[in-house]
């Protein structure tokens, strides 16, 4: 197996994990009352928390510095933002609050990943010689 088909693997693996994360905890805290935005972005933490931790270790086997976190934490946010905002309008459009979160995570989860690869844990590029 090349090591571009085991990273793409081991992301999907900490997706479905963060995935199954952010939905059980969307669905948990809606139960208890929590509004429907507010459990999205509480849930998108959790599993970005867990993200970070498994994607930089496992995935990129990449250097956990301050400004990796710092752009990991801004992708995040990014994301969060995405999440919150993509299942308030969902359900203010009358879908079903989990149905929202289920439509919503794909999308918010291309976003980050695109994001997660290029800019938060990049390879830095070797300088060219002279």
């Known amino acids: 197996m090349t090591r571009g088909t085991t990273r793409f693997l081991r992301f999907g693996a900490v997706g479905a994990l963060n995935t199954a994360l952010t939905v059980a905890t969307f669905a948990l805290l809606t ?10 972005a509480l849930g998108f933490a959790l599993g970005a928390a867990n993200g970070y931790l ?9 250097q956990g510095g301050r400004r990796t976190f710092g752009r990991y934490v ?7 933002l995405l999440s919150a905002g993509g299942v308030s309008l969902a359900t203010d459009l009358t879908v079903r609050r989990l149905a929202a979160e289920c439509a919503v995570v794909p999308l918010v989860t291309l976003v980050t990943y695109t994001l997660a690869r290029h800019a938060v844990f990049r390879t830095p590029r070797p300088s060219a010689r002279v």
């Open 31 to 40: 139960r208890t009352g929590v509004a429907p935005g507010a459990a999205s």
């Open 54 to 62: 498994l994607n930089r270790t496992w995935t990129f086997n990449a």
């Open 74 to 80: 801004a992708v995040q946010a990014l994301g969060a």
